[in-house]
């Protein structure tokens, strides 16, 4: 789904955007953020912004997702401070939670921002 930026200012120049789109003015599908666009990365930060602190077992469940894959993203999530990884132990076994950080809160808010942006264009709303 491309948006062209001339279509996104004219709207802006005619009045017609809302303030959540006029952050997004000139802004297209492949300047979202690409960390978070990735579909499990999303579902990672969607669902510890609805869930608060979840773990390892809980996202897995919830994603169906492998084990590999899961640690993989979050990975990438955790070393770009979008999330924080907790672990500890329960008795003799290990237990790894995740929680959302003030900076993963953030861009979540702007990628979904822009995300709405760029679909209003795209209907031409």
Wanted: overall charge positive; proline content about 2%; some cysteine.
């Amino acid at each position: 789904m491309a948006v062209r930026r001339s279509a996104l200012k004219s709207k802006a120049n005619a009045g017609e955007v809302a303030p959540a789109e006029k952050r997004m003015v000139g802004a297209t599908a492949a300047e979202l953020d690409r960390l978070i666009h990735d579909r499990i990365r999303l579902a990672i930060l969607s669902a510890l912004a609805a869930g608060g602190t979840l773990t390892f077992n809980e996202l897995k469940g919830l994603l169906e997702t492998t084990d590999g894959n899961l640690s993989a993203h979050a990975r990438k999530l955790e070393e770009a401070k979008y999330i924080r990884c907790h672990k500890s132990f329960e008795g003799r076994v290990p237990k790894t939670s995740y929680s959302l950080t003030e900076r993963g809160r953030r861009a979540l808010e702007k990628y979904l921002d822009h995300m709405e942006a760029l679909i209003r264009a795209a209907r031409g709303k």
